[in-house]
């Protein structure tokens, strides 16, 4: 695999970002490692989502996901977003144009991965869960399979104090509660419209610890979404919010993809 840290300006937020990306290396020759593409072809990509006190360069410093990615043959691109919940903002920055439209055509321009739906997927943690299955919800013609490691599901939740989001950090993200309730960072409403129109959704997986203060969220959402008869791989079990849970979870992840062709 070679890592690329990579720093590019985003147009949509008006400002430099990084990203690191984890990608397969060819053979010189023809070839490359087991369940990748072949020469000439792009590789799959697994767009991986940080949490809220985190960057894009967490997940390579507190898990080994270039590994287990080397196994899959699956570029990884890590974006960074700060504490924006994935979200165009009330008093900030666009950055869900950012995440679901801009970042995939940079990544796409500047590296040998795929833009296709079938090659295309979604993770993240905390934040980046509730991050990866918006995407899912409200990009789904862009993923086939989205997973949330110990997401923050429902912001309904995050708007008092002692909260992961201070109130003025909330007001600036969502607006008020009233505002958010029901709009298109709301995962409960999205997956309801979702259900209602009959939108052909990716696969949905969602993962979280039992001893996790986002278990309760958790367990709201995967009820809620399971009532309107949508298809949900769900798993809990002995775990709290930490990178011994995730660094294990994330290996259930890749193993979970629908990889074409997978070789492994």
Known sequence: MALIQ??????????????????????????????GAPTGDKYPVLYLLHGLSDDHSIWLRRTSVERYAAEYGIAVVMPEVHRSFYTN???GLDYWTFVSE?????????FPISGKREDSFAAGLS???????????????????????SGAMDILAFDHEGSPLANKEYKWIFGSKEEAAGS???????????????VSLPKLYQCCGTEDFLYAQNVRFRDHVRSLGIAL???????????????????????????????V
């Open 89 to 91: 903002m009330k008093s």
């Open 233 to 263: 791989d769900y798993e809990e079990g002995p775990g709290d919010h930490n990178w011994g849970y995730w660094d294990t979870h994330i290996q259930r992840v890749l193993a979970w993809l629908p990889l074409q062709g997978r070789n």
């Open 127 to 149: 934040m980046g869960g509730y991050g990866a299955m918006k995407l899912g919800l409200r990009a789904p013609e862009k993923f086939a399979a989205v997973a949330s490691l």
């Open 6 to 35: 990579c720093g590019f300006f985003a147009q949509t937020l008006g400002l430099s970002v990084s990203m690191n990306v984890v990608i397969p290396e060819r053979s010189y020759g023809i070839g490359v490692e087991a369940g």
């Open 184 to 198: 298109d960072d709301d995962l409960f409403a999205l997956a309801e419209r979702a259900a209602a129109a009959g």
């Open 102 to 110: 801009e970042l995939p055509h940079v990544a796409q321009s500047l």
